[in-house]
């Protein structure tokens, strides 16, 4: 079955950029979305954005000035970049497939996340 | 940007009793509503989607039922591994996809 495994610095300084992969195993990233979803520590979920196969992306218009999301499907792998970051972007920071049929926009199955916090 | 809110906060409940969450969206999702359990130090995972139609692999104690902007998860004898926290997420009119701030089932 598709495995996802978040990978990437836990440590982002004020005003950087914060950087995340995604790696996507036991599966083809065709057919699906594929998604950023964060959880600030003790509360609930923020839904960033997502990529599908042929490259378009759509994002949460709350992040969207600051998020770009990217893919390389051939070593089946998509990425997150957060810029100017602060306090309030320290999260466990999400990958998710997303399914790409209309009206089947369900998150399954997640990555074991990753914390990535913002600090000097 | 639809808006779903989750009460209680927080359900006090002993094991083998039924547990009975609400989600309501701020405006009508049809049936575009599914639903997610994450334990401690875990990520989320799919309980329901459709509203009512359990995941691969979800028992049968966990039923879904509503539609439009009232949704209601029942675990209908809780047993000790149910304790956790449950999230509801519309995606019927997105971006973005949005999620309620959860319903804590604790004993």
């Known amino acids: 079955q598709v495995q996802l495994q978040e990978s990437g610095p836990g440590l982002v300084k004020p005003s950087e950029t914060l950087s995340l992969t995604c790696t996507v195993s036991?599966?083809?990233?065709?057919?699906?979305?594929w998604s950023w979803i964060r959880q600030p520590p003790g509360k609930g979920l923020e839904w960033i954005g997502y990529?599908?196969?042929?490259?378009?992306?759509s994002y949460n218009p709350s992040l969207k000035s600051r998020v770009t999301i990217s893919a390389d499907t051939s070593k089946n792998h998509f990425s997150l970049k957060l810029s100017s970051v602060t306090a309030a972007d320290t999260a466990v920071y999400y990958c998710?497939?997303?399914?790409?049929?209309?009206?089947?926009?369900?998150?399954?199955?997640w990555g074991q996340g990753t914390l990535v916090t913002v600090s000097s | 940007e639809i808006v779903m809110t989750q009460s209680p906060v927080t359900l006090s409940v002993s094991p083998g009793e039924r547990a009975t969450l609400s989600c309501r969206a701020s405006?009508?999702?049809?049936?575009?509503l599914a639903w997610y359990q994450q334990k401690p130090g875990q990520a989320p995972r799919l309980l329901m989607y459709?509203?009512?139609t359990r995941a691969t692999g979800i028992p049968a104690r966990f039923s879904g039922s509503g539609s439009g902007t009232e949704f209601t998860l029942t675990i209908s004898s809780l047993q000790s591994e149910d304790f956790a926290v449950y999230y509801c997420?519309?995606?019927?009119?997105?971006?973005?996809?949005?999620f309620g701030g959860g319903t804590k089932v604790e004993i």
């Open positions: 998710a497939r997303l399914g790409a049929v209309v009206l089947s926009n369900w998150c399954d199955p």
């Open positions: 036991g599966g083809s990233m065709s057919s699906y979305y």
């Open positions: 990529i599908d196969y042929s490259g378009s992306t």
């Open positions: 405006q009508s999702v049809r049936s575009h």
């Open positions: 459709g509203a009512a």
């Open positions: 997420q519309q995606y019927n009119n997105w971006p973005p996809l949005t």
